[in-house]
């Protein structure tokens, strides 16, 4: 199965799964999971994770989400983007949504 985190530390920005105990610097990067693990004849053997990446940034980071989706574009990942200002810690959250189904 797909190791989240280092795929995502390939974008060379701090990762985290879940949150951070205390954030770096921005830009950085807060990925979360859902697992369902499913199989047939009595034997789990796939894999289907919900997976949100939320990028953090003081500004519209457009370097920053190439380098996720160039990440999500290569597995040819079918994904669901949406930005969002948040006013209370003045700056941006970037979020890609995607299933990851996957044999094991």
Known sequence: MLDVKTWLQ???????????????????????????????????????????IELYSSRIDRDSESKIENLLNEKAIEYKKNRTWIPEDTFFETMYDFNLIEKF
Do not use: Q
Not at 12 to 41: C, H, Q, R
């Open 10 to 52: 390939s974008t060379g920005l701090p990762v985290a799964e879940t949150a951070f105990i205390k954030p770096p610097s921005l830009p950085y990067i807060v990925f979360l999971t859902n697992d369902n693990i499913a199989g047939g004849d009595n034997k789990n053997c796939i894999s289907d994770r919900s997976i949100g």
